[in-house]
């Protein structure tokens, strides 16, 4: 009786432990819908993109509670995530990999734009370089081969994206490299919960734009308009690529809520995703004036990995180890 008391109490401590350990996953879709509930008739509330590294928390049915590097806590389907155990997870963040620059792309079964295609890809997104047997990267004329996270092979085109190493190394974080991101998404539908070239709210845009130079912020207006360098007054000291930030004032009755965020372009003017990513000023006078008078400003150019929440993706976990 003892010995079987003994076992399954050992049993349990095994199982325990095993609850304990932390589920990983890859995403495997080119834009992951971060839903607030398991259901496809919830709120969008962030997008990851294909390869992005995500903590599984819970599970419903088909669908898994995820947390994404920015971090944020929503619901994804199955289909789009391929479960792997920390040490494969480690393995997929040193392997060497390719990000898309070009707005949009695809994978092919073959090395031609009349092959079936495997999956669509968007600006940002990840996916394994393969080599050939010289340990060359896999090419066929005007193409790579390309591993995504499940494991399927198959081609893109060359000139859709660069190793994410030698990219990441280019990077020149400024507000020309930021504003042009911002000018390739303008006109870009507006959608709640997007942060990709496929639909983008105002935050999303934001943090899309630093993405693309190598930078994460966090995900919401409310959460960026905490970071970097905080600009006073608003209006006299802003430059180009410094977050302007819109919503409603504090009163003696309650606290200042920040629901906007736009990207400061110079001589008053800003871009943000408003019904769609647009351009407009600062200026009541201005033609272009969009009713918003900003509350708050943060510049982040020139605070990355200070200790003020903005972080590069050199130094993030999820995408360069530890």
């Known amino acids: 009786m003892k010995k079987t008391a003994t076992s399954i109490a050992a049993l349990l401590i095994a199982a325990l432990s095993l609850s304990a350990q932390t589920r990983w996953a890859v995403t495997n879709l080119a834009v992951n ?33 995820i947390i994404s590097p920015e971090p944020y806590t929503a619901w994804v389907n199955e289909m789009g995530l391929v479960e792997m155990t920390e040490k494969e997870k480690d393995e997929y963040i040193m392997a060497e990999k390719y990000i898309v620059t070009a707005d949009y792309s695809t994978v092919r079964e073959k090395p031609s734009m009349r092959s079936r295609q495997i999956s669509d890809l968007v600006m940002g997104c990840l996916v394994r370089e393969l080599y050939d047997e010289k340990d060359r990267p896999s090419r066929k004329g005007s193409w790579v081969e390309v591993m995504l996270p499940s494991g399927e092979t198959g081609w893109t085109p060359r000139e859709d994206v660069e190793n994410y190493a030698k990219w990441l190394d280019t990077r020149k974080l400024n507000a020309k490299n930021v504003l042009a991101i911002a000018e390739r998404m303008h006109g870009t539908a507006y959608m709640w919960g997007g942060t990709s070239i496929k639909g983008v709210d105002c935050s999303g845009l934001a943090r899309t734009c630093y993405f693309m130079n190598g930078v994460l912020l966090p995900r919401n207006a409310s959460q960026q308009v905490n970071v970097g360098k905080e600009i006073e007054p608003v209006t006299r000291k802003l430059e180009p690529g410094d977050l302007l930030f819109f919503g409603t004032p504090a009163t003696a009755e309650r606290r200042e809520r920040i629901t906007h965020v736009g990207i400061y372009m110079g001589n008053g003017m800003y871009i943000h995703s408003s019904q769609q990513v647009r351009i407009s000023s600062i200026e009541p006078d201005s033609p272009d004036y969009a009713g918003r008078k900003p509350l708050r400003a943060c510049r982040v150019i020139g605070h990355v990995d200070t200790g003020e929440g903005i972080v590069s993706m050199y130094r993030s976990p999820y995408y360069f180890g530890e």
């Open 33 to 65: 819908f971060m839903r607030e509930a398991p259901d496809y008739a919830a709120e969008l509330g962030d997008q990851a993109l294909m390869g992005t590294v995500v903590k599984i928390v819970d599970e419903e049915s088909y669908w898994r509670q």
